[in-house]
């Protein structure tokens, strides 16, 4: 009571100054007053500053300025969760339908976290295709040193994507830390569903970078925006080895089916070197003879190949249909046995994209036909070396 009856009645500054210095019994029931008064300023803000000019008149300025910037602190504090430290992913997506490519431009990213003991990082992004385990659904940038706010402009592309595909497939773009001593540590991430997409049309994202929280998923279930990369091994089957572009062309002239492989792309890796010596098997069967095993060159240190080999064989029309056409990609290791990565079958008795390929080019005479492959490892007992 009586610090508040001298706190009113001392509104004069002269008065309250000269007592807390002269009178050290006075100057202690005079302190909590002061205290009292600077707790209230913030909250009673008008009739505090003119009744005290001289003591807080260096506060006068500071008072007015804290409040906004006290409050920018505090929602900083409370929105200090992954969601808004990790950083921001800047990118633009381009599904070229035509030829069943996926263009990634990865541009840059701002206010990464810090994961490094300089206050820095060496960040990297990589792209993974959801639901799929294998290394081929992969893709990664370049590491730039020691940045926060990382420039990458640079494109990515997954070839041999089918409409299909696109309908059900999520992109995860996730960015980490490359350390040389140690494990990459993990950043953030964002996924885009690719069903979102309008082909033939380019569309930018800027968007927060998010750590989410492997969840176990049930058996069966396969949405992408749910999935880990160990969630997607359980329950799958056959793994996705990579692509194959072929071409199929009947010559009604020559009597002669001609099989072109093209290239390969996004192949595993069989080496410890990250990467694979590829080659192509292409045999036409069955009843066809020596004369129905090809192979193509070996391509050395690469997941990339591009082959441009034809190969053709003496047959009539009308016997197309009971035929089977196996091609089956292979590492070539030197001394040792090769290494099976992946292999499809076209014909009538094949599914999906093989059997339409295989339609196609028994409907259209005369007519080059390419059309992307999956290389699948379910079964390799079926594809001899």
């Known amino acids: 009571m009586k610090a508040e009856r001298q706190a009113s009645a001392s509104k004069p500054p002269q008065q309250t100054a000269p007592a807390s210095a002269d009178h050290p019994r006075t100057g202690r029931g005079e302190t909590p007053p002061l205290l009292v008064e600077d707790k209230r300023q913030p909250v009673v803000s008008a009739p505090s500053f003119p009744a005290a000019k001289s003591a807080p008149a260096a506060n006068n300025p500071a008072s007015s300025r804290p409040p906004p910037a006290r409050t920018e602190a505090e929602d900083n504090d409370y929105d200090s969760d992954d969601a808004t430290t990790l950083g921001s992913l800047e990118f633009s997506l381009l599904y070229e339908q035509e030829n069943h490519t996926l263009h990634c431009c990865i541009i840059r ?21 959801l639901p799929g385990a294998s290394k081929s659904n992969k893709l990664r940038t370049k590491t ?12 990515l592309a997954y070839y041999g994507i089918s409409d299909e595909e696109m309908s059900r497939k999520t992109l995860r773009l996730s960015v980490s830390d490359e350390d ?81 492989v093209v290239r390969c792309a996004h192949l595993a890796a069989m080496d410890s070197n990250g990467y694979s010596d590829p080659f192509v098997k292409v045999c036409l ?30 047959i009539k029309h009308g016997e197309l249909a009971k035929k089977t056409l196996d091609i089956s990609v292979w590492d070539y290791d030197m001394g040792k046995s090769n290494d099976f990565i992946g292999g499809c079958q076209l014909g009538i008795q094949a599914k999906g994209e093989c059997l339409k390929h295989w339609y196609e080019c028994l409907k259209n005479k005369d007519k080059k036909i390419e059309r992307w492959h999956v290389l699948l490892n379910d079964n390799s007992a079926q594809f001899e070396d």
């Open 285 to 314: 069967k069955p009843d066809m003879g020596r004369k129905a095993k090809n192979k193509t060159q070996i391509k050395k240190k690469t997941l990339n190949p591009e082959f441009n080999e034809e190969f053709s064989y003496e």
């Open 144 to 155: 730039l040193k020691n940045t926060l706010n990382p420039v990458w402009n640079e494109t």
């Open 109 to 129: 990213a701002k206010g990464l976290k810090p994961m490094d003991s300089n206050g820095l990082a060496d960040p990297y992004v990589k792209l993974h295709l």
């Open 180 to 260: 040389k001593f140690g494990h990459n540590e993990f950043i953030g991430e964002t996924r885009v569903a690719l069903k979102k997409l309008k082909f033939d049309e380019k569309k930018n994202y800027n968007v927060c970078l998010e750590r989410v929280i492997p969840v176990k998923k049930a058996v069966g279930q396969s949405r992408g925006m749910a999935l880990y990369e160990d969630d997607v091994n359980e329950g799958e089957d056959s793994e996705d080895r990579g692509r194959i572009l072929v071409s199929l062309l009947y010559n009604s002239q020559q009597g002669r089916l001609v099989v072109g």
